[in-house]
Every structure is written in C-alpha cells, then in structure tokens.
C-alpha cells in the first residue's frame, strides 16, 4: 500500500443528471476515524438499485445527492484499520453490511437496526464501492471464510435480503411462491430450498429468468403473461393456495394476483417496491383469509449475516447458476444495459483498473 495520506483510484461516478455513469479518478484520504477501516475492492456486484440509478429515474432523483461513487454490493481486502478497531485486521477478506446505522435510535436499542431512523446507505446516501477503495466502520465487516469462491463474495449482501424475504416465516415443509426472479428472486429460491419448502412456484415474466429458476429446481415455473396465475397456482395446490407468498417483483399486478392465491391463514413477505399504487380487498384476502403481511428492509443486522455465511459455508447454495455474467469495472455501462434487459442473473464487476 501507498505510504502517503491518499490513494489514487478508479471510480463509477454518477455526476449527471441523465442515463449513465462516469468512469473518473479520484482520491480517497487514507486517515481513518477511531473504528473505520480501509478496504480494497476485490469484487462487486451489479444491483437493480444500481440500475435505477443508471437510469436516474424519478426515485433517484428524489433520493441522490450528486456526484455520488455508486455501488453498494463488494468484497475486499482490508490495508488498513483505525486505532480502536478491534473486530477485524489487516489482511482479512470481509464483505460489509451496506446500511450504516446509527447504533443509538429507537430502533437500534431494541434490535431492529434493519429500520434504524438514521440508516446511510453506501452508494446512495454516501459514497460507494464501485472503486477501489472504501472506508467502512468495523461493525460493518463481515469476514469470509478462505476457501469461498472469490466471485462469490460480492453477493452475500443481495443474498441477505433474500433470505430476510424467504426465512422470515416458516418455510419448512411448506409451499412457497417466488415471486419475481430477478437476481434475488433467483436467490429466494435457492434459499427456499436450503431451507426445507415442499414445494417453490416461480412467477416470472422473462424467459431467460424462468430457465434459470427451472435449472435451481423449482417445482412449477409460470409465465403470467400466457396462462392465468391465479387459477393455475389452485389447481397446483388443490385449490387452497401457497402457504407463504415472497414477492420480489415490485409488480402491480403480480402483487395483486397474489393475494387471491394465498392460502387463507398464508404469509406474505414482500421485498419488491411497486411504482404504482395496489387494490387490494382488505376484507376477503386480508381480513377474513387471516393472512400475516411482512414488509423486507435490507438484512435484520446481523442476525441474517450469520445465516448467510452459514449457507454458503455449509454449501446449500447454487451461486455459480445465479452469477451469470462477469465484467471489468470499467464496462459498467455495458452490464447495465444487460442488466436492463432481463436477460441475466447477478452480475459481478472487478475493479481491475488502479491509478497508482
């Protein structure tokens, strides 16, 4: 490492207020606060957050401040540590919860720091891992077992949200709807099969993500735009319904679809972030059904960390399916618009290119 007070890198920058990203070189200042720590990118992942921001659609120009260093999915190598870091050391390979939260709110005192009141999200809220280089408090860091394949180290922060989505009620033995299998539907239903499900019904409207969920071993994959959903995921379940609904899809209509096919006294984890508003009949498919509604933010810190490095540890995953496509840093625009056009699983980017 460099011996001066900054490191010159390589950057993806959103500066404009228009589709795209930048490619720059920038600095960042090697001082650190008492329990921050350097780190120096190893692998990233592309996410649909990301590709919101790519677009700078109406969400991202309500929510970003620019310029801002984009990407919050990483793994690194850590250079270097503040005076009272105690949890990590230099040369550990970490991935990192990308929601800093304050530690003191409400909701931090009580465990819940996935809703704490003051959360930052890197490559949103402050600058992110879509470079070289990064600070992150200590409490973040996440340290990977030596033996993990190193594509796979980027994707334990998506990954923790699916498994957030998919464990939060009882799957065991159940029937479960994935709904939506973009990179983390995709990885719902690897996790809902680690998990124990009876059996996992896709909702999926592009074909090239249907085969990817058939090749993860889902029972029933449904196009919704040629057959009826409704009626179909009945017939499959003799006419009840799933017992537990994980919406990933943000979609009106599938979101809609699925509370009249979820089994009366069902469960509903919903992730996806619809734009539109939802009808729903609060009386017949809430009320009298019986159902549990639970809403998905991020990863309960950190308590699903340690599921997901359980799940990988122990091999019960299939991420060499759901990584699909690999890219320099670089091109980050091509796997963007790749990432646009449905016709993938995860993406994983590699900073390759460092200013010295």
């Known amino acids: 490492m460099q011996t001066t007070a900054s490191l010159k890198m390589m950057a993806v920058v959103k500066d404009r207020p228009e589709e795209g990203f930048s490619i720059v070189q920038k600095t ?72 800093i939260i304050c530690g003191t709110c409400e909701f931090c005192l009580r465990g819940e720091g996935h809703i704490c009141e003051n959360t930052k999200i890197i490559g949103v809220d402050i600058d992110g891992c879509f470079a070289n280089y990064l600070k992150m408090p200590e409490n973040n860091c996440f340290i990977n077992s030596p033996e993990m394949n190193p594509l796979h180290l980027s994707v334990q922060e998506p990954l923790g949200n699916a498994v957030h989505t998919v464990t939060h009620f009882d799957i065991l033995n159940k029937t479960v709807a994935i709904v939506g299998c973009g990179p983390i539907g995709l990885l719902g239903i690897d996790v809902a099969k680690a998990y124990g499900a009876k059996t996992i019904i896709a909702v999926e409207v592009n074909e090239y993500r249907r085969n990817l969920a058939k090749e993860l071993g889902c029972d029933l994959v449904i196009n919704p735009l040629s057959v009826d959903v409704i009626q179909t995921i009945k017939d499959a379940t003799g ?35 619809p734009s539109k508003s939802i009808d729903i009949n609060i009386a017949d498919d809430v009320v009298f059904k019986g159902i549990t509604i639970y809403g998905v933010v991020g990863r309960r810190i950190y308590d699903t960390w340690h599921q997901v490095k359980a799940l990988i540890d122990n091999h019960q995953l299939h991420l060499e399916k759901i990584i699909t496509h690999q890219f320099p840093l670089k091109d980050i625009n091509e796997a963007a618009k790749i990432m646009g056009s449905g016709n993938c699983g995860k993406i994983v980017l590699i900073p390759e290119e460092i200013y010295e």
Not at 61 to 68: D, V
């Open 28 to 99: 960042i200042s090697t001082d650190l606060k008492d329990h921050e720590v350097l780190v120096k990118v190893i692998s990233a992942s592309f996410c649909g957050t990301d590709y919101h921001i790519y677009k700078y659609d109406e969400w991202s120009q309500r929510r970003l401040k620019l310029p801002l260093t984009v990407g919050h999915e990483f793994s690194g190598k850590i250079i270097k540590i503040g005076p009272k870091v105690t949890k990590v050391k230099i040369g550990d390979n970490i991935s990192a919860e990308t929601h």
């Open 239 to 273: 006419g009840r319904g799933v017992d537990v609904v994980c919406e990933f899809s943000g979609n009106k209509t599938a979101i809609e679809q699925a509370f009249k096919y979820l089994k009366a006294g069902g469960k509903m984890s919903m992730l996806g972030l």
